[in-house]
């Protein structure tokens, strides 16, 4: 007997070899005869008017709604196929999603309360609409088959046929395999880093901890690269965070991207000066252990800030695969066939992405002269060029040469304000002998010991453009992944026991200290716990 409810929902679930979902399907069909009549124009069809199906003349009711859900192979994708579903049935759907059995059940103790129909014709008018929603339906699941199999073709057709395990979150053992973490600030910064990866591991993308990362293998290294969520000091540190909870094997901290640079340093020369795209490797400098928050402290009379954003230390055996890597000099740090490379696993549309710009377009203007237009005008359309120094040299009269940037190390000042005024950070750099400006590396260094490679996109004044970042992001990325070729490889079991006997031991508050004239100090503790002293 037909009576007012008429329907079903249902699943299939297909599992593969390892019990895992590997193709679900959801249907759903509800079927309300007493409904009023709708009379609507071919120009005025909508989700929420009943179509399809015979009307009765006496009853109006017709078919209303039917909706189908198709959850196709999740190691694809997810597709959803809706058909005549109204809006106030999306709630239902989500409530009704559960075998067939459940709903005939359901369906059965709700007509069981019910008085039986008397009104012969009125079945009759049902029956015979069932019959064609019925049919209707047949076709309709005919159909959704059929476009299941030609997706299956078009997939096989044009080799798009994925390994159902290739989007899969990395499991326990794979994440026990990683012992270097990388965090890069921005995307681009992490695009560069995908491109000195020597193999990039097919789990692509992933979701771990509500954070995104990429892993990849790097020499003997297994690499995480992580990217955050927003610039800033505690964005840095919240990353960092989760990627030692993420990845308990992580032995060493790489924050690697873009920043301002001071143009001089130290004594007149080639050494001492910075262009744009140099490289600059946080390095224990004076009393300062290669990273300082210079705007942390209390203000004193006359607007006078005393300083108290001394940082952690780079780590011992950290720094010294820096001064090794340092010692060797240009023959092995060979950024240029770095970059080369990865240029080459560009497209033909991005090959000159990465591009060295040149030192024409490397403008460093007075400190005086602040930038004429808004941050996104170009200055060279809107900055007198009578106030830019030319860099085609660099300090002392030694050549520039393309792809071959200088790598510069010293303590690097960090702080949660961009840094665009050049009176003010030529402030900076002679009270506290800093050569580079960023926004990250205190927030991480707080916390985590690790080593920052910064690429010199600007001169940390009111000229800002970003003709240079993707070039610095690359040559940071470039001297990182050179730097990582020198460290042996980490044994991920030893350095999980070592981790695991540190994090036993109260952490030590841990300071940068020197004595008078004395550039002999402690400059901060490794991850296992050993104090260092480093001299400059």
Not at 404 to 413: D, R
Not at 487 to 495: E, K, L
Request: charged share 20%; aromatic share 8%.
């Amino acid at each position: 007997m037909y009576l007012q409810s008429s329907g079903f929902c249902g699943y299939d679930v297909w599992l593969d070899k390892k019990e895992e979902a590997e193709f679900c399907s959801i249907s759903k069909r509800t079927f309300t005869p007493h409904i009023s009549n709708h009379h609507s124009s071919a120009h005025d069809w909508s989700a929420h008017i009943a179509i399809h199906g015979p009307q009765s003349v006496r009853h109006g009711w017709e078919w209303y709604e039917m909706g189908f859900f198709a959850c196709w192979m999740p190691s694809r994708s997810i597709t959803l196929l809706c058909f005549d579903l109204a809006v106030k049935s999306q709630l239902e759907i989500q409530s009704m999603l559960c075998p067939q059995d459940a709903v005939r059940d359901h369906i059965s103790q709700w007509e069981a309360r019910r008085s039986q129909e008397t009104d012969y014709f009125l079945l009759h008018e049902i029956a015979r609409h069932g019959v064609h929603v019925s049919e209707t339906l047949n076709v309709a699941v005919r159909s959704l088959d059929a476009m299941q199999h030609h997706r299956e073709r078009f997939y096989t057709a044009n080799d798009l046929v994925r390994d159902s395990n290739a989007c899969k979150r990395w499991d326990k053992n794979e994440i026990t395999l990683f012992t270097i973490g990388w965090i890069c600030p921005l995307p681009l910064e992490k695009e560069a880093a995908r491109l000195v990866l020597d193999e990039e591991y097919p789990q692509d993308e992933v979701q771990y901890q509500s954070a995104f990362y990429l892993g990849g293998r790097i020499g003997n290294h297994k690499v995480v690269i992580g990217v955050q969520r927003r610039i800033g000091l505690s964005s840095a540190a919240i990353l960092a965070e989760k990627m030692r909870a993420g990845f308990p094997n992580i032995k060493y901290l790489l924050l690697v991207g873009i920043a301002g640079g001071v143009p001089r340093y130290g004594p007149a020369g080639a050494v001492s000066e910075i262009v744009l795209g140099d490289v600059v490797v946080s390095s224990p400098r004076g009393n300062h252990g290669g990273v300082l928050q210079y705007d942390k402290g209390a203000w004193e009379g006359q607007g006078r800030l005393n300083f108290r954003g001394h940082t952690n230390g780079v780590p011992g055996d950290l720094m010294a695969a820096v001064n090794n890597f340092r010692a060797e000099g240009s023959s092995k740090t060979n950024i240029a066939e770095v970059l080369r490379q990865m240029r080459l696993k560009l497209d033909d549309e991005r090959q000159h992405q990465y591009d060295d710009p040149g030192p024409g377009r490397d403008r460093l203007f007075q400190d005086t002269y602040e930038h004429q237009g808004t941050e996104l005008d170009d200055c060279r359309e809107c900055c007198d060029a009578d106030y830019v120094s030319s860099r085609f040299d660099r300090g002392g009269g030694a050549t520039r040469f393309v792809d071959k940037p200088s790598v510069h190390f010293g303590n690097i000042a960090s702080s949660n304000q961009l840094q665009i005024s050049a009176v003010e950070r030529n402030r900076v750099q002679q009270e506290h002998d800093v050569i580079c400006f960023e926004m990250e590396a205190a927030g991480v260094m707080d916390e985590y010991l690790c080593v920052v490679v910064r690429g010199i996109c600007d001169y940390a004044d009111s000229h800002k453009n970003k003709g240079w970042q993707n070039y610095a992001a690359a040559t940071a990325a470039a001297y990182a992944k050179g730097l990582l070729n020198i460290i042996p490889a980490i044994d991920a079991t030893s350095n999980a026991q070592s981790a695991e006997q540190t994090s036993l031991q109260q952490p030590a508050n841990i300071t940068n200290m020197t004595f008078g004239n004395n550039t002999n100090g402690i400059q901060g503790r490794d991850f296992h716990g050993n104090v260092q002293v480093g001299r400059h």
